[in-house]
Antibody
Framework: QVQLVESGGGVVQPGRSLRLSCAAS????????IHWVRQAPGKGLDWVAV????????NYADSVKGRFTISRDNSKNTVYLQMNSLRDEDTAVYYC???????????????WGKGTTVTVSS | IQLTQSPSSLSASVGDRVTITCRAS??????LAWYQQKPGRAPQLLIY???TLQSGVPSRFSGGGAGTDFTLTISSLQPEDFATYYC?????????FGGGTKVEV
């Protein structure tokens, strides 16, 4: 079935790095943009970044620009989120989500993973 | 663009008609989606383009509105509908979400 599975979360000290992965299955991965959305404990949803279906375009929220990098490997059906210079306020559950449309970025997300938890704490 | 949802929470019973409102700080045409999230679960897309029902979503969910004012209506609340609902705009970058509306028993 159509599925996204996140991994790579954990506890990390402020200023350190972490890389999240989002593995896809059950659909033509190379046709869809993939987003990262996060949710701090007890809070709402916060869009983080998106990468186009072919990897040629990336966009970021201002809060993570210059610190986070999104990338993808279509041969492995996987998207990555490299998170550097982590801050306390990056603590959240990180979800990856599939863009609704093919071969474009529309920002509606129709398939979501179950999330991976990132805790930034000294 | 800021999205303000009201109410922030509501109490309802099975069978009730429930309406949630989302107001945008500026016009967003019909570029609005609604998501449902249950505790400990990922969000689920219910409606996009303000009123288009996502495949597989029950027809008791409906969306309306355009410009700055939008609604999500559940025509007859079912036990599995108790959850938090978020609106999202994609008209202007970056995409933003409303603060959520928790529907409780």
């Amino acid at each position: 079935q159509v599925q996204l599975v996140e991994s790579g979360g954990g506890v990390v000290q402020p200023g350190r790095s972490l890389r999240l992965s989002c593995a896809a299955s059950g659909f033509t991965f190379s046709m869809h943009a993939i987003h990262w959305v996060r949710q701090a404990p007890g809070k709402g949803l916060d869009w983080v970044a998106v990468i186009s279906h072919d990897g040629n375009s990336q966009n970021y929220a201002d809060s993570v620009k210059g610190r986070f990098t999104i990338s993808r490997d279509n041969s492995k059906n996987t998207v990555y989120l490299q998170m550097n210079s982590l801050r306390d306020e990056d603590t959240a559950v990180y979800y990856c989500g599939r863009d609704l449309v093919h071969s474009n970025i529309f920002y509606y997300m129709d398939v979501w993973g179950k999330g991976t938890t990132v805790t930034v704490s000294s | 663009i800021q999205l303000t949802q009201s109410p922030s929470s509501l109490s309802a019973s099975v069978g009730d008609r429930v309406t949630i409102t989302c107001r945008a700080s500026q016009g967003i045409s019909s570029y609005l989606a609604w998501y449902q999230q249950k505790p400990g679960r990922a969000p689920q897309l219910l409606i996009y383009a303000a009123s288009t029902l996502q495949s597989g979503v029950p027809s008791r969910f409906s969306g309306g509105g355009a410009g700055t004012d939008f609604t999500l209506t559940i025509s007859s609340l079912q036990p599995e509908d108790f959850a938090t609902y978020y609106c999202q705009q994609i008209n202007s970058y970056p995409p933003t979400f409303g603060g959520g509306t928790k529907v409780e028993v």
